[in-house]
């Protein structure tokens, strides 16, 4: 069993910067992949990023590319979502989501945070 809680959302102007965490409890946290989601009002849930358990691959939307950095830290069961540039269409609520595997692609996850929201005013 795994919890996750995020955290380090706010009100940013546009071009400015925030970086979001994810805690994450259980002892084996080191195995799984995790990865950014975002949901916008009135939209469908969307993937940002992911990051394999050792923290070796990485994948992102294309609207993100150079703009935003997932990490991890498994000494102290961290991820982050470093996020540069931001856009008013940034603006969502931010999710962390984990599943223990090996591939930093998964089908499905199996656990959640409750998100933060991240507002980029223009």
């Known amino acids: 069993q795994v919890q996750l809680v995020e955290s380090g959302g706010g009100l940013v102007q546009a071009g400015g910067s925030l970086r979001l965490s994810c805690a994450a409890s259980?002892?084996?946290?080191?195995?799984?992949?995790v990865a950014w989601f975002r949901q916008a009002p009135g939209k469908e849930r969307e993937l940002v990023a992911r990051i394999s358990w050792n923290g070796v691959s990485t994948r992102y939307v294309n609207s993100v590319k150079g703009r935003f950095t997932i990490s991890r830290d498994n000494a102290k069961n961290m991820v982050y979502l470093q996020m540069n540039s931001l856009k008013p269409e940034d603006t969502a609520v931010y999710y962390c989501a984990a599943k223990q595997s090996t591939f930093v692609v998964v089908p499905a996850y199996d656990y959640w945070g409750q998100g933060t929201q991240v507002t980029v005013s223009s």
């Open positions: 259980g002892r084996t946290f080191g195995s799984y992949a």
